[in-house]
């Protein structure tokens, strides 16, 4: 990943945040011919020594787990993509001082590295879509609960997946919100996020804490 030292951010804490916020990773790995992504849920046991561990499953019917698992010692990369927003030139300052600006595109990023092990243990299976579906279902009213579907059927949809189990070995990220531009620019680009994009609250937030606006 192309890192300026502008844009990193290293606090674990922070990493970790944006994985259990935006928790459907990129699981990327190698093949015969060439790479593999699928989209997957992760759960992070961050506190797993040596660095965390992430947990997901996949249909037994998707390829990938089988590539996996006959390669124990490629690392993989998941990439778990945070709040994203374009950023338009109109919302800077410079603009109008000297008209030297073009778009760009601010986002926050984790990626993750490790080593992967297979698991078709039906046990280890139950618990984690047992997990993953409390840390999803848990912030409504009513959740759902695996337990409330008939236990032979979520037997049935059990042995059609395949777990995987990841020990982290490297885990970085970036920040890309405006840190680089003038004071002025990043003031107008929370602004400009704050009126006319509705859906970019969250970005013009971190424009404002990395860009130390908060107080602005």
Do not use: C
Request: charged share 25%; aromatic share 6%; net charge negative.
């Amino acid at each position: 990943m192309y890192e300026p030292p502008l844009f990193q951010e290293i606090r674990p804490d922070v990493l970790r945040g944006l994985i259990r916020a935006h928790p459907l990773g990129m699981l990327i790995s190698n093949g015969s011919e060439g790479p593999v992504a699928n989209l997957l849920p992760f759960l992070l046991d961050a506190d797993v020594p040596p660095n965390g561990r992430l947990r997901a499953h996949l249909a037994r019917a998707n390829p990938q787990w089988r590539l996996l698992a006959d390669n124990p010692a490629s690392p993989v990369l998941i990439v778990f993509q945070g709040v994203d927003s374009y950023v338009t030139p109109s919302w800077y300052e410079t603009k109008r001082e000297t008209g030297k600006v073009v778009p760009t595109w601010n986002y926050a990023m984790v990626q993750v590295r490790g080593m992967v092990r297979v698991i078709e243990d039906q046990d280890w299976l139950a618990q984690q879509i047992t997990e993953l579906t409390a840390s999803q279902e848990g912030r409504r009213e009513a959740p759902w609960a695996v337990t409330d579907a008939p236990a032979s059927f979520i037997q049935s949809q059990i042995k059609g997946i395949v777990g995987l189990e990841i020990e982290i070995t490297d885990m970085r990220g970036k920040w890309k919100v405006s840190q680089n531009r003038p004071v002025a620019d990043r003031v107008g680009v929370a602004e400009g996020m704050e009126n006319e994009e509705p859906n970019s609250p969250d970005m013009a937030k971190l424009v404002r804490s990395y860009g130390g606006l908060d107080n602005t």
